[in-house]
């Protein structure tokens, strides 16, 4: 007699999504450290903002053509959707999701949205010395000063916050609730049952995220050249 599995490994989280991250990291932490030390090394400040300005236009249109998983109508929350969470977690029950769970998905939206935020204030900042974005001439005196003060008080101070929680709420994932979220953002997989809904990650599909990408990078070039 044939057996069947009950569980095996599902690709629940694409290539382009896992990049994405990884790099998304590497750079928001790259953007903190350069834009404290300034001096030149904000040259590198810019080219790391426009490339996370990048990313995260390329991770919203993946949103909509990207893998099962990854995409917002497949995570975003309605709000009974975070109470009925709430009620399950008490429950302490092992691997809560096979995504983003409702909490987790909110945070990502936020994450997105303060990103972009930093990023539009860092094109209208000025240091007043020698640094300037590059939308600083073209808007009011009055928006740059706001602009700036949001970028060096404000923004930086949710982003540094909400990454914290970010990495807080994985690490309490892992030891209160046994549900280890960190290995299938770098392998992909998770241990599901064999009918759970897969995440397409196929080489057309790297081929058309990477041409996403490229058209992504081209819009900012444009919005930096604005000015
Ligand atoms: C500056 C640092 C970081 C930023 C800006 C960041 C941002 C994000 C974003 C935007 C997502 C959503 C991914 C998507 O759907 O595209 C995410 C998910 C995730 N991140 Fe991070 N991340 C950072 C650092 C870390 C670190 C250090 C860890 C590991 C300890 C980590 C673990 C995860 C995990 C496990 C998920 C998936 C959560 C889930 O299964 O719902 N992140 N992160
Ligand atoms: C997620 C993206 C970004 C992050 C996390 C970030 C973070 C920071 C931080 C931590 C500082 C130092 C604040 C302080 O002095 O207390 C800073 C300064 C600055 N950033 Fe960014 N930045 C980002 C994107 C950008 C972009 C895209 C630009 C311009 C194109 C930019 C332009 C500037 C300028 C001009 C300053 C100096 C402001 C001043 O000292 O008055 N930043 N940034």
């Not at 236009?57 to 497949?74: P, Q, T």
């Not at 987790?104 to 997105?112: D, R, T």
């Not at 392998?187 to 397409?200: F, H, N, W």
């Amino acid at each position: 007699m044939q057996h069947l599995p009950s569980s095996q490994r599902i690709r629940i989280w694409d290539l382009p999504t896992r990049i994405f991250h990884i790099l998304l990291g590497l750079f928001v932490t790259g953007l903190l450290i350069t834009g404290e030390l300034g001096g030149d090394l904000m040259q590198l400040h810019f080219l790391l903002g426009y490339t996370v300005l990048t990313l995260v236009f390329f991770r919203l249109v993946w949103g909509f053509v990207g893998g099962h998983w990854s995409r917002f109508a497949n995570f975003v929350p309605m709000p009974k959707d975070l109470l009925a969470y709430a009620r399950l977690m008490r429950m302490k029950p092992k691997q809560l999701n096979v995504g983003h769970n409702p909490f987790g998905a909110v945070s990502v939206i936020v994450m997105l949205s303060l990103l972009l935020l930093q990023v539009f204030s860092g094109f209208m900042s000025d240091d007043e010395i020698t640094n300037t974005g590059p939308w600083t001439a073209l808007v009011p005196s009055s928006w740059v000063s706001l602009a700036t003060e949001y970028h060096t008080e404000v923004g930086k101070v949710l982003l540094l916050l909400l990454i914290a929680l970010h990495i807080a709420s994985v690490l309490y994932y892992k030891y209160f609730h046994h549900d280890d979220l960190i290995t299938p953002m770098l392998t992909g997989d998770k241990v599901l049952a064999p009918e759970t809904q897969d995440s397409r990650d196929t080489l057309t599909s790297r081929l058309f995220a990477l041409s996403i990408l490229a058209g992504c990078a081209y819009v900012v070039y444009r919005l930096v050249c604005l000015s």
